[in-house]
């Protein structure tokens, strides 16, 4: 279990690899084939032995490159987890067979971080 315990919490990004991993989260989504609107970090909440980062992303894309960031998201050597997805239309812009192109996507990526005794005090 203990094992257990520390490999979960290398996984676990510190202070100073929150910027590390929103480049990874950029990188991800300019892979797929997005366009960023918005990468913004929101207030940091602490709870018993690990503090909660939210990340507010807004991108503009495809219904597949959306799909492509979501899964590598996934992949990510970190532990960051998917909230509130709100996939929207822009008024008016229309493909060849009446779909809405591009597509806006609102989510909510949370990444969390340990906190040691010191810090959880």
Do not use: C, W
């Amino acid at each position: 279990m203990g094992e257990s315990l520390g490999a979960m919490r290398r996984r676990l990004p510190d202070r100073v690899e929150v910027a590390a991993l929103l480049a990874e989260v950029s990188q991800t989504g300019l892979a797929a084939g997005l366009e960023f609107e918005s990468l913004q970090p929101a207030d940091e909440t602490r709870q018993d032995f690990y503090a909660e980062l939210p990340i507010h992303i807004r991108v503009t894309g495809r219904f597949h490159e959306f799909g492509r960031f979501i899964s590598g998201l996934a992949v990510l050597p970190r532990i960051v987890t998917i909230y509130d997805i709100d996939i929207s239309t822009r008024q008016g812009e229309q493909d060849a067979f009446g779909t809405a192109v591009p597509l806006n996507l609102k989510v909510i990526v949370k990444t969390y971080r340990y906190l040691d005794e010191e810090t959880a005090e």
